[in-house]
């Protein structure tokens, strides 16, 4: 029969002992001992078996997920990176300026978008650039005269733009439905923000973004003036133009000598 006691414990809590009948000290608890070191060893082996398995999976659920986790390769390099800088001034229609350049060892088409296509647009809206190639593209904006006696250069601007690009194949013609028919491989380049800049107060923002702009003006023009012809004519000399001459005279005298034979 198991006797009970009951015995408190220096910090107030009552602690209860069982003892069990003298014929049963010995062997129930050395069996109950025994079956359950088997089960915690046979739980074991199964957590290791367990581990050891899921270590020799192909981890392509972690591949993917670490894959959308690193940071995405950018083909173009944008200068400025993440803004549009525009001189305040309202009622007026202002310009911006982007450098834009491939980084890409391929051919890359660049393409801008904005949420405001009636107030805005680009210059060029979009084009491919050969790996190494930069061009400063011009951004133009209306800007709306300030509203409730806001201060003009507190003005925020919820137009955004962004640049997409995508890789193409050599040289080709720049086409906007390029960017339709490849939509899987288009990739979003940066959202820029517009941040206006007060034209009265120099800043290096603002020095910035006019020599970009004479930059962007100098090579527009560039790009109009017609090409020059390509081959021998040396025009400041006129060397080409003198053997001309000689060959259609000696050519007049020719046909004048077969004249007077014939005669």
């Known amino acids: 029969m198991a ?12 602690w209860s002992f069982c003892s069990m009948p003298f014929w049963q000290t010995t062997h129930p608890s050395s069996s109950s001992s025994t079956s359950s070191m088997h089960n915690s060893v046979h739980h074991q082996s199964q957590i290791l078996q367990s581990l050891d398995r899921s270590t020799h999976q192909p981890s392509t659920n972690v591949s993917s997920v670490a ?27 202002v310009r911006s300026a982007i450098a834009i350049k491939n980084t890409c060892k391929s051919h890359v088409a660049f393409k801008f978008q904005t949420t405001a296509p009636k107030s805005c647009y680009m210059r060029p809206p979009g084009g491919i650039l050969a790996p190494g190639e930069s061009i400063i593209a011009t951004v133009f904006k209306f800007v709306e005269p300030p509203e409730n006696n806001e201060k003009p250069i507190d ?21 906007p439905e390029l960017f339709d028919e490849q939509r899987d491989h288009v990739a979003v380049e940066q959202i820029l923000r517009v941040i206006f800049l007060d034209p009265e107060r120099p800043s290096p923002a603002l020095d910035k973004l006019k020599r970009q702009l004479a930059e962007a003006e100098a090579a527009l023009e560039a790009r109009k003036k017609p090409q ?11 060397l080409v133009i003198d053997e001309w001459k000689e060959r259609r ?9 077969e004249v007077v034979d014939s005669v």
């Open 67 to 93: 894959k959308s986790l690193l940071p995405t390769r950018r083909r173009l390099r944008l200068d400025p990176p993440n803004k549009l800088y525009f001189p305040y001034e309202p009622g007026k229609q």
């Open 155 to 175: 003005q925020k601007s919820r137009v955004k733009f962004k640049i997409m690009s995508l890789k193409v194949k050599g040289e080709m013609d720049y086409v």
């Open 249 to 257: 005279e000696r050519y007049l005298a020719k046909q004048q000598v």
């Open 3 to 14: 006797v009970e006691s009951v015995k408190t414990g220096s910090d107030g809590k009552v």
């Open 228 to 238: 020059e012809e390509t081959g021998p004519r040396v025009a400041g000399e006129g």
